[in-house]
């Protein structure tokens, strides 16, 4: 057993925690402190509350919210949507019927909601609208993200051209079947100009396909999210993602009932990270940055206070001691 000190955690994609659904239009703020308290004992010291696909009516509430907590954890928002695909398969777990094009006047309108704290966009580069917005935020200093698509590879090319930084949980969010080249995850890959997002809870992506990941972006452009829904720290049952039902399997998977298509997930930072450790073989302290300070810097921003944890290395095991 290792004794470690590391810096907290950095989800940037966080949508929920421990019965509390950072998307259900009656968010209070004590739900919201209740929900980073529970992040904080798996380390997570700052994070980025994550609004998907919604009515803008129900967004705003949300966002609102958000945006009124003084809690120091809270980074910013991170709106996913509502400038997705329309297809299914590339839209994942986002509702068709609220998926709408780019612009910039209604993100504008969004971010007035948020009182400014939106700071990465989530969005598909073929969705119309989709290059002037681009632009549009990487001028205000917001951090775009490519994701739930179906882009051609200009299409890509485009919207890095224009400012796109981040690729949203690779491997996710995109068609179930692919042609073997070229495809949306090799470009995503191959970018070297974009950071990569993944979800390494053993559902979204097998152990082989992460490890390839990681090689193929690098350990100094690979970031660690959660992808976290209210399931993540309970029970099995049912629970929601802005009014759609999902449900926690006893395997800690997270799918819309009755399907296969996952929604979310009950991922913690500390077994994300235990995870990585696993399915790739690289050392612990090459994986800590990947869930703490990358994701910070990637933002111009930085990590918040220290985790005690020990680490087994036969078991391949992370426990959390302290967060200060």
């Known amino acids: 057993m290792t004794r470690l000190e590391i810096p907290g955690f950095f989800d940037i994609q966080v949508n929920g925690f421990g019965g509390i659904d950072f998307n259900a239009a009656d968010l209070t703020i004590d739900g919201l402190h209740a929900a980073l308290a529970r992040m904080r004992a798996t380390g997570v010291t700052r994070c980025l509350p994550t609004l998907i696909t919604s009515p803008f009516d129900q967004f705003a509430r949300c966002a609102r919210t958000l945006a009124r907590s003084s ?78 698509t179906a882009a051609t590879p200009q299409q890509i090319a485009d919207a890095i051209a224009a400012g796109a930084t981040l690729a949203t949980h690779v491997g996710n969010g995109c068609a179930q079947m692919l042609p073997r080249h070229p495809n949306v995850i090799w470009e995503l890959l191959a970018a070297d100009a974009l950071f990569a997002s993944l979800i390494v809870d053993g559902h979204h992506l097998p152990p082989t396909t992460v490890k390839s990941m990681v090689r193929a972006k690098g350990v100094e452009r690979t970031i660690l999210v959660t992808d976290a829904v209210a399931a993540a720290g309970c029970a099995p049952g049912g629970y929601t993602i802005g009014g759609v039902s999902c449900e926690l399997d006893d395997d800690g998977r997270v799918s819309l009932p009755g399907t296969a298509h996952l929604a979310g997930s009950a991922l913690t930072m500390d077994r994300a990270v235990a995870n990585t450790v696993r399915f790739t073989t690289l050392p612990i302290k090459t994986v800590i940055p990947m869930a703490s300070t990358l994701p910070a810097t990637y933002l111009g921003t930085t990590t918040a206070g220290t985790v005690t944890a020990d680490w087994d290395e036969e078991r391949r095991t992370l426990e959390i001691r302290r967060v200060q």
Request: net charge negative; no cysteine.
């Open 71 to 148: 809690e120091p954890a809270i980074a910013g928002i991170h709106m996913e949507g509502p400038y997705v695909s329309r297809e299914d398969g590339p839209r994942g777990a986002h509702q068709r019927e609220h998926v709408i094009p780019a612009s910039i006047d209604d993100f504008e309108r969004r971010q007035e909601a948020a009182s400014g704290r939106i700071v990465l966009v989530t969005l598909a580069p073929e969705v119309p609208g989709a290059m002037s917005l681009i632009e549009h935020l990487a001028d205000t200093h917001v951090r775009v993200a490519i994701g739930h």
